[in-house]
């Protein structure tokens, strides 16, 4: 059997790190297993869904690697299969109209609490008689619309999470479709995955409650319950361990992209993270090679982004010229982006060396007497003509030779004179690029010369 997949994200918000885990996950596991991933959007929530979300989530998934062979489908489309499917629940008795109003369900909370009850609904509308119904509907108040669970427990062997069991008896009957007609994500998902052939249903572990009453509601439109895996992925927390809220806007895809994260980088830490597998760099290829849903542990995973930085750094430093060409500086060259790329930890620092050798950084004089007068001598030696790495090698053995500095002595002064920087990337591989006039006007300034 080949599966099939679905990735069905609320265009609510932007995309954020837990989102685009679960996404990865579905991608992943559809390639590895020769399988179909399908984009659905879950759009049935007038009030909340935006047009510019579904835009965006479309590109931040692209922009992170992941591509799909159906969809995108949307909910809104659909609503005749969900009206069809809520016809034969009602006829079928599961599917039960209500009229209690928000202040009357809140206060029936209320009382139960008091009464040290669980504050589920108390199915006081299914217990109306068929009178009490008619003259309801005659009323000409429109009902909403609760499904009936069964008794007892939905249990089944979650691909990530083992044996999970959900006691039915213990949930309010949940409104599946509203007064003005239009169905709740958790009918409106099961119809969709039922009629859509899904295999594996792959989400965040927030919708094991969901999965019990999925799974009824699935049953009593016919389907077959056994016949849909699902798999649910531990929540991301925090560094101090609370879960990360969607609310926090500054771990959507767009902002990370926007702090300049490698799209291999996230892909690389999400999917790694929670598992044994080692965070390292990793291509699509390699990522979907060592999938396993079962290698996900069951604990929540911690979101570091010192870790997620580190491996930037990594990715950066294994990117070739040709994948970085266009977001670097006008006129960068391989030759620069090989002799930086391995000291950036976001590619947008790129910028600060490209003005390095480029631009027009100026030092501030050395305070030493002694400095001075070695950065002095340092101008003096430059030699002319084309530069490249064993010219600058036979300028600072010619240093030594002269002034007896060697090792940190000769070269820290040199870098801060040259880059403005304690740190940075190799002065041999700096030097050709920055040319002997810049070299000439900044170890002369930092030598206290007025130039
Ligand atoms: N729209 C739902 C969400 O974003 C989909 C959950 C599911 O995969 O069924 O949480």
Redesign the pocket.
Known sequence: MTPRVRF???PTGYLHVGNARVALANALFASKHSGTFLLRL?DTDRARCRPEYEAAILEDLRWLGISWQEGPLHQRGRLERYAEAAERLKASGRLYPCWETEEELAFKRRERLRRGLAPIYDRAALALTEEQRARAMASGRRPHWRFRLSHGVSAWDDLVLGRRVVKLAALSDPVLVREDGTPL?TFA?VVDDLELGITH?I?GED?VTNTGVQRDILAALGGDPEAIRFAHLPLLVGADGEPLSKRLGSLSLRALRGDGIEAAALAAYLVRLGTAADIAPAGWEELVAGFDLAAFSRSPARFDPVQLLALNRRVLQALPFEAVRDRLPEGATEHFWNAVRGNLDLLSEARQWWEVVAGNIMPPPFEAEEDRAFLAAAAAALPQGAWDEETVAAWTRALTAATGRRGRALFRPLRLALTGEEHGPELKDLLPLMGRDRALLRLSLAAGDKA
Do not use: N
């Open positions: 069905a994200p609320s879950d994500y998902s249903v989400r919708h």
